[in-house]
């Protein structure tokens, strides 16, 4: 797997960067908590320390649960209960106080991997809302038998919002699918291409607005 370590004890670090690639793994090492933003995109397992320099315990879990659902396993110094209760309600999938033996954060490591692919399911390839279809892999869409035309941007949201047809999808994860980060700058420019998207399908309700989080496909 690639693993996204964030990490300022460099000696740690390297510690487990060597322990992960003895394991066959692909680990990227980093030492803020903005770089875990930046990056999550190109991992597919984040091991995240809460005490670094530039941001404060819980902010980056918390940010990156705004955008993305990828595994995140919590490496700490700090042996609080409350903390560890407060991560995992939060979003964290494993928690571990160090120090640890790498044995077990190996295994750890597997058993998140292994829950995460029970989880997740092969994308439709084609997803039906109401009367309107999208082909995600053809990237065509029509409403009542009719083609639809949209841009690319129009298109990557409504293909955002068919991949979680029926569930909520906050701004935040929108932005980061479409532009690839979550800017709150494009917040004004998510709006308006909603507001061109639901122009054109025509079909008021399909696109449900979520007050303060984001929007839902519906049908």
Request: proline share 4%; aromatic share 0%.
């Given at each position: 797997m690639r693993i996204l370590l964030i990490e300022d004890?460099?000696?740690f670090a390297r510690s487990v960067a060597n322990a992960l690639v003895q394991t066959g793994h692909r680990p990227t090492c980093v030492t803020r908590g903005a770089d875990a933003l930046k990056?999550?995109?190109?991992?597919?397992?984040?091991?995240?320390?809460?005490?670094l320099p530039d941001c404060d315990n819980l902010d980056v879990?918390?940010?990156?649960?705004q955008?993305?659902?990828?595994?995140?396993?919590?490496?700490?110094?700090?042996?609080?209960w409350q903390m560890a209760v407060?991560?995992?309600r939060l979003g964290a999938d494993d928690y571990l106080v160090k120090p640890v033996r790498q044995a077990e954060l190996l295994a750890r490591i597997e058993a998140v991997a292994r829950r995460s692919r029970i989880r997740s399911e092969p994308p439709p390839r084609t997803v039906l809302a109401a009367d309107v279809e999208i082909d995600l892999a053809a990237r065509r869409v029509?409403?009542?038998?009719?083609?639809?035309v949209l841009t690319g941007m129009e298109f990557r949201l409504l293909a955002a919002l068919a991949g979680r047809h029926g569930l909520a999808v906050s701004r935040e994860q929108l932005m980061d699918e479409v532009w690839g980060g979550a800017d709150p700058a494009r917040a004004r420019a998510l709006g308006v291409h909603m507001t061109s998207l639901r122009?054109?399908?025509?079909?008021?309700?399909l696109i449900t607005t979520i007050h303060g989080y984001g929007y839902r496909l519906e049908g």
């Open positions: 004890n460099l000696q990056q999550h995109r190109d991992a597919d397992l984040v091991l995240l320390d809460l005490l879990l918390r940010k990156l649960r955008v993305t659902d990828i595994p995140v396993l919590l490496l700490t110094a700090v042996d609080d407060r991560a995992l029509t409403a009542g038998g009719s083609q639809i122009k054109k399908l025509d079909r008021p309700g």
